[in-house]
């Protein structure tokens, strides 16, 4: 199979105006990392999946590999075009071979236009029909094609007349339309009922054989990824930490992250029993990646290497209070001089300084009763020492280790994971 | 213990083109540590059924019926009046219903200020924190504004929110539809272990069929403003009664699924809704029947009640 | 008969008849001054300055009379004469201002809510400095400078009087252009390669001026009193280029004390009608367009008594509330 698309170290950063307060306590503006340092190659005339929860970076990378979004690094080759840097006046004719297809139906559509107008202005635009006759006649087809029939009906119907599935098919039929090569589907079933998903999905399925299509399939959902992908690209936090076929991901997945997916998807089988054991808290502030795997703060399988710092020992003690109740919290966060601040403490060691009436021993005290409480947890394996000096508590931490994307040992995939690839 | 009993409940709304009959003649009841999964599609009711039980339609929507509230008949008036201290909700999105201007302990003082007038702020502060943790949320971020905090921290103090004044039923709609798998995971697992320490009956409006089977103890499934089935969770997925249940379970996709199916035709037009039985024009069983007279409910050997002239020939009360 | 009553009742209750209404009478009123501008040369007794007739002068400042039943003014013109005149000088300079403002504001509002940037920035300062300017102090010195540059006359003072009303346009549709920039249909529009002219002339324009006829209705009486305003005060339509009711109102100022009523209740009751009517008017347009004004309409209907047939057996019917 040829190559299509070729994405390397793709980056795609937005800077978020910081407020007068931000500026004020000194942080500044913050650039969120959306698309971090992303390769991958799409082959011709298959289905790609991005899989991740929101704020993964999946539907920014979908945007970028359509030059919707400008490419903050790296390169975009679309069929030998390079997009990264083009000017949207440049990228407008290639829009003809690449198209999108939109999570909301409802609001894809131009409400004030006519399907037939709609899904005929494509056609205008690149100027690809010598005449009205000829674009009315290719619009019946494409509206044929996506089984909205009658077509002369369809034609002259309002986005608000049609139902949810109805609409995502006038969207897939406005993007056929110009037979592109490309089509980024960014959860076009989501919104969707149950009843119509499976016909959508067929849809785009037989669309892609009778037009050669390629497709990226953007989605939060396992299930549906599993039916209609070929390969399948886990995102978290703007970076891919597993890709492979289909059966390497559902069959053999090597990364913690994915397994915790695959666990937490619902079944409707009532034999099966919610599972309890899904990681801890949620995906972080793209503008402050933890260090090291993003993924390691909700990692149950994190150790030494992956990433420790002194926002996870926030974390953790902050869970041993939510545990131990609100009169544990009481005594043992007055022991703490700042406690919040542990939050935005550097990578290395990190000196926690007594509060008021408090010594250093105190401090210690705390964090060894904490030790005690959960030996276990991932957080103490990544803590290499802790010792009292100059009258504060100096917490050492395993330098971080960032994972990189390499072919998973004894499988077809790939994955940035330490466990896998030890350094 | 029944917490709530409704029966013959309906629920219509005014259009431009006629009434709307968005819930039409439902019966369903639940008790007390007992989640009801309540399914069904876009339109077909399960939502207006539970703005209904708040108290929470729009105007000019008429609803009538019997109610009971832990033995009490009660209408919509008293539903409303009812609504916190006794009917708790989640909804789906958390932010709508916290003020940004205000921090998280200020919302546990206002709520408690207006249910409870007579409790001391110390009082007041114990039990905001009790129910923050036992909704996970470090007592470290009481003094928090909610902009503070991730998606799923939100719906777990809206949880809060509602468990501290002690309902005894919870409507909760799509409360984890906006959310991510895992954190919806996290949000599932932990009100099935609330429903247990608060003992509360919890109505769990959804859409999909893979949180009701994780959560629920008995589905009702809703079609066109009617609840089609309703019973055990295994026993009806296991061997689902009426054609729509088995349909729309054929139809979810998941992850042991390795055909696509789906339902052919679309929702009914609730205005002027099919004859007979409602899912007639879509059903594959379908019958000369069905389309002339309305279905019967008839309850199987199994304490499952089905509306389906398949399963009609044994009427009996419940 | 107790059915009747209910559904009669139910039918006051509905809110929409509320703004059904506004937007009736206050149509209705429009509508009678529209008729009277258009068909003034018909229906004007006399001309606008016309102060005699066959040869005689008409009295000063006499009262409504068979003649004049309106009366007449210090310098013998026909009350009701000026009165018609005057909705078609009220009616040309309002149409223009309202125009001109709308397209121009219209126009800038989507273009600084599409573009953004510098231009948006450059755009919104510039408006809002105008925006908070005193409006009849602007009309005024706008007024000046053109009748300075072209000559007074109806244009003129439309011209003037559109400055004063573009930047509320502009706001309206900028706000709206901003939230519908970020819909997926305008995403969707970029990805089909359409270039940004095509983008706010096919996808935007047609969304976003949706609260506009309500903006021109509130604005037009807004201008009515402007107009009358900059008339009264000198600066306006001159006295021998069209009858003008603001200026007629200043002349009368001097009448009030003497007891005669006629010369200002005319003139001013005409631009208080008019005024309330395009108000109402535009509240009741903007009950009906205005999809985030508009409450649920409340149809009403009544719950029909629960028929055995709909029911298991179990469940005996009930009486509707």
């Known amino acids: 199979m040829s190559t299509l ?34 390769d991958l190659t799409l082959r011709r005339g298959e289905v790609l ?12 990378l979908g945007r970028a590999l359509l030059g919707l979004v400008p490419a903050t690094a790296g390169s975009i080759r679309f069929d030998g075009t390079e997009l990264a840097g083009l000017p949207e006046r440049r990228i407008r004719p290639l829009r003809r071979r690449m198209q999108m297809v939109f999570q909301d139906p409802h609001a894809a559509l131009n409400p004030a236009m006519d399907l037939g107008t ?14 009205e006759a000829e674009t009315r006649t290719r619009v ?19 986005p608000s007349d049609l139902s949810g599935g109805q609409k995502q098919r006038a969207v897939l039929a406005r993007a056929a339309i110009l037979d592109p090569s490309l089509i980024v589907a960014d959860e076009p079933v989501s919104m969707l009922d149950m009843s119509v998903r499976a016909r959508t999905i067929e849809l ?34 703007g970076r891919i930490v597993e890709i492979g076929s289909v059966a390497s991901i559902f069959e053999q997945p090597r990364h913690p992250y994915t397994k915790a997916l695959l666990k937490a998807v ?53 869970d041993r209070w939510t545990r131990l109740g609100a009169s544990a919290y009481e005594q043992e966060s007055r022991v703490f001089a700042d406690f919040p601040d542990l939050e935005f403490s550097p990578v290395g060691d990190v000196v926690v300084a007594p509060g008021r009436l408090h010594t250093a021993s105190d401090v210690l005290t705390v964090l060894n009763d904490a030790r005690a409480d959960a030996p276990d947890d991932p957080l103490w394996r990544g803590v290499t020492s802790m010792s009292v000096r100059d009258g504060k508590v100096v917490v050492g931490f395993a330098s971080p280790v960032e994972p990189r994307l390499l072919p998973s040992p004894g499988g077809s995939g790939h994955v940035a994971c330490h466990l896998h690839h030890p350094s | 213990m029944t917490v709530l009993d409704v029966r013959g409940l309906r629920v219509w709304y005014g259009s431009s083109r006629g009434p709307v009959r968005a819930v039409d003649g439902v019966d369903l009841a639940i008790g007390a540590g007992e989640v009801v999964g309540l399914v069904g599609e876009s339109g077909s009711g399960k939502s207006t059924l539970g703005k209904g039980l708040l108290g929470l339609l729009p105007d000019g929507a008429q609803m009538d019926g019997d109610v009971t509230l832990r033995g009490e008949p009660v209408d919509a008036r008293e539903l409303r009046r009812r609504r916190g201290s006794e009917v708790g909700l989640v909804f789906q999105e958390p932010m709508t219903r916290l003020d940004p201007l205000m921090r998280i302990s200020e919302h546990f003082t206002e709520l408690l200020k207006v249910h409870d007038p007579g409790v001391s702020k110390a009082q007041r502060e114990k039990r905001a924190l009790a129910a923050l943790r036992d909704v996970g949320i470090p007592p470290s971020r009481y003094q928090q504004y909610p902009h503070e905090f991730s998606g799923g921290m939100r719906q777990r103090i809206m949880v809060a929110l509602t468990l501290v004044l002690r309902p005894a039923l919870v409507i909760a709609d799509e409360p984890t539809t906006a959310l991510d798998v895992l954190v919806e995971g996290q949000i599932l697992a932990m009100l099935s272990e609330l429903r247990v320490t608060y003992q509360m009956a919890l109505l769990l409006i959804t859409h999909d069929l893979g949180v009701v089977a994780e959560t629920c103890d008995r589905v009702a499934v809703m079609y066109a403003g009617r609840i089609v089935e309703q019973g055990d969770v295994r026993t009806v997925f296991r061997d689902p009664s009426h054609p729509y249940t088995r349909e ?62 398949l399963r009609g020939s044994r009427v009996d009360a419940r | 008969m107790a059915g ?237 280029e069209a009858a003008e009711w603001g200026y007629d109102l200043q002349r009368a100022v001097s009448d009030a004390n003497a007891g005669i009523w006629w010369t200002a209740l005319y003139p001013g009751l005409a631009i208080t009608v008019l005024v309330v009517a395009l108000t109402i008017l535009g509240e009741g347009l903007n009950e009906v367009l205005n999809p985030t004004l508009r409450r649920r309409r409340a149809f009403a209907f009544l719950l029909p008594g629960r028929s055995a047939s709909t029911q298991a057996p179990v469940l005996a019917a009930k009486e509707p509330r």
């Open chain 1, 266 to 318: 619902p079944v409707p089988d009532p034999s099966r029993s919610a599972p309890r054991d899904l990681p801890r808290g949620e995906i972080p502030d793209a503008s402050r990646p933890p260090a090291g795997c993003a993924f390691h703060p909700r990692c149950p399988v994190a150790f030494e290497p992956c990433g420790w710092t002194g926002r996870d020992l926030r974390a953790h003690l902050e």
């Open chain 2, 248 to 309: 729309l379970l054929r139809s979810t996709i998941s992850l042991a699924t390795s055909e696509l199916h789906s339902i052919g035709g679309a929702p009914p037009d609730l205005v002027d809704p099919p004859s007979g039985c409602r899912f007639h024009p879509r059903c594959p069983d379908v019958m000369p029947i069905c389309s002339s007279q309305d279905p019967l409910t008839s309850r199987l050997a199994d304490g499952r009640r089905v509306e389906c002239w």
């Open chain 1, 204 to 237: 785009m399925a037989s669309l892609r054989d009778r037009l050669d299509l390629t497709y990226v399939y953007i989605t939060h959902d396992l299930a549906t990824a599993k039916l209609f992908c070929d390969r399948i690209a886990i995102m978290y936090l």
């Open chain 1, 49 to 60: 999946g991005l899989v991740g929860e929101s704020g993964s970076g999946k539907t920014t």
């Open chain 3, 4 to 240: 009747r009553f209910r559904r009669t009742l139910a039918t006051v209750r509905s809110t929409g008849a509320v703004p059904r209404w506004l937007l009736y009478i206050g149509g209705a009123t429009v509508l009678v001054f529209t008729l009277v501008a258009l068909a003034a040369p018909l229906i004007a007794p006399y001309d606008f300055d016309q102060y005699r007739s066959d040869g005689t002068r008409f009295p000063k400042l006499g009262h409504p009379s068979g003649d004049h039943p309106f009366g007449t003014t210090v310098q013998s013109l026909d009350v009701l004469s000026r009165v018609i005149w005057g909705a078609r000088t009220a009616l040309e300079v309002v149409v223009l201002a309202v125009v001109f403002s709308l397209i121009i504001g219209v126009a800038l509002g989507l273009i600084s809510g599409f573009v953004g940037g510098w231009l948006d920035r450059v755009l919104v300062l510039l408006m809002d400095a105008l925006f908070a300017f005193p409006y009849l102090l602007l009309a005024i010195v706008l007024s000046f400078l053109l009748s300075d540059a072209i000559g007074s006359g109806v244009v003129t003072t439309a011209l003037a009087i559109t400055v004063v009303y573009v930047p509320q346009y502009f706001r309206v549709v900028r706000g709206s252009t901003m939230s519908a920039r970020e819909l997926p249909y305008v995403e969707a529009a970029r990805v089909i390669g359409a270039k940004p002219r095509t983008i706010i002339v096919r996808y935007l324009l047609a969304n976003v001026v949706q609260s506009v006829p309500v903006v021109a209705t509130l604005n037009a009486g807004d201008a009515i009193l402007t107009l009358a305003g900059l008339g009264f005060l000198g600066y306006g339509i001159q006295p021998t």
């Open chain 1, 118 to 131: 709609a899904i005929g202005h494509p056609l205008k635009i690149h100027k690809l029909t010598s005449g």
């Open chain 1, 5 to 38: 698309v070729e994405v390397s170290k793709l980056s795609v950063h937005f800077t978020l105006r910081g407020g007068a307060l931000s500026r004020l306590t000194g942080r500044g503006s913050a650039v969120v990392r959306a698309v971090d340092g992303v």
């Open chain 1, 140 to 158: 019946l087809e494409a509206l044929e094609l996506v089984g909205l029939a009658p077509a002369e009906r369809y034609y002259s119907a309002y």
